[in-house]
């Protein structure tokens, strides 16, 4: 029989901050009472949401036009994160009739602002009134920071601004360490980064977990080692399970034990060799693909196909990304009962599933630990169970194996 597990976490978090101070003085960490606090900005009642863009060139080693770009492309990751139509195993063990749907608004640019958009990213200090530098007390502590303005108790909206800090001048942010990379958005994928981080906070997730809503993630990001890992590797999911990815190099950017895979196992031949998997649209299986390291990536070759039995489910736990408090005064969501409704959560679970590779009629049993942070195989090799295939995220790996 399969288990199922079940956790419901009441998420706390204070506004980000990236470098905390460590001068000796008095730090805590505790359980205040948020109240909607947390909430997502959005949800099912707003169809439109309104941004604009306040740059300061001479603080950014990135230009305008690319820095919109990235808050439109931050904006299409969460929205196939939160979307439904990825999932490899759908199982919904919370029977409510209302859910919290997240990202499902039309996001439109407003190229000038009008200071009445929903939502106001401001990059750099000379965009900041002064209310906002006496909020934050020094801007340039914070990598980025959302600051929710006002929220309409009644319709569950809430609106504010975004605030980046410059890489360049003398508001530029603060260097955790003589680690601390400079300059580090003429690397627009580290820029990426903050943007999702922060949108995050929009959608409603606090800091949670270790990676990329983590309290401490912004502050990692720009360590020189580090650094070098986000920009080479592909953005990971966070709440949805990996669909493709490669097992190719073998750099030492790559923790020992993040990305591996037995080659006998798949009728590899070259330990040199390359393997890809990736995942059908709309089908539980996965294509699996080879190429030896020197070869291009229009020379991939289907060497056979990872079946997923949905119906052999081992093990199942979820946790909510999101959870979304209701007060009296709400109009948006039907009376449950409750003064919460639980949104997107993590997919994390184990299923049976078979391989077929080559011409070979025989399947390979095997089971399948799918979640956000890795995609690992396991199979029976030299009459062992071990894993035949790991593929996980390499900063997380990073931290528990130091470079």
Known sequence: MPSFRFFIFIFIFMTQQVFASTNGG??????????????????????????????????????ESRAVDLIHQSLTYWKEQFSNNTSIVVVD??????????????????????????????????????????????????LGVTIRKSYDEINLKGTGVVYISGDLGSQAYVKSSADTIDKAWQFPKLLQYVIIHELGHIFGI????????????????????????FVREPISPFIKSYEQFQICDNSVLIPKGSQAFVSSFFNIKSADDCIKLEREQNK?????????????????KQIGTLFVD???????????????????????????????????????????????????????????????????IYGNYNNQIR???????????SLLNPF
């Open 284 to 300: 539980k299986e996965f294509k699996i693909y080879t190429r030896k390291k020197t070869e291009n990536d229009s020379d991939w």
């Open 206 to 229: 606090p800091h949670t977990g270790s990676g990329l809503m983590s309290e401490v993630f912004l502050d990692q990001l720009l360590i020189r080692k580090s650094a070098a890992l």
């Open 93 to 142: 063990p919370i029977v409510t009739s209302e859910k919290v749907e997240l990202n499902t608004q039309n996001f439109i640019y407003n190229k000038t602002c009008s200071l009445t958009e929903d939502i106001i990213f401001k990059f750099g200090y000379k965009n900041l009134n002064q209310d906002e530098i006496e909020y934050l007390g020094a801007p340039n502590k914070y």
């Open 26 to 63: 008095w730090v805590s960490s505790g359980g205040e009472i948020f109240k909607n606090a947390k909430n997502p900005w959005f949800v099912k009642n707003t169809k439109d949401v309104y941004y604009c863009v306040q740059f300061s060139s001479a603080e950014f080693s990135i230009d």
């Open 387 to 397: 894993q035949v295939l790991t593929y996980g995220n390499p900063f997380l790996y």
């Open 310 to 376: 949905q119906t052999e489910l081992v093990d199942f736990s979820l946790k909510p990304a999101v959870l979304l408090q209701l007060s009296d005064k709400q109009t948006v969501f039907k009376s449950m009962g409750s003064s919460f409704l639980v949104g997107p959560v993590f997919q994390n679970y184990k299923v049976d599933g078979h391989i077929n590779l080559g011409t070979s009629l025989k399947p390979y049993s095997v089971q399948i630990d799918f979640s956000p942070d890795s995609f690992v």
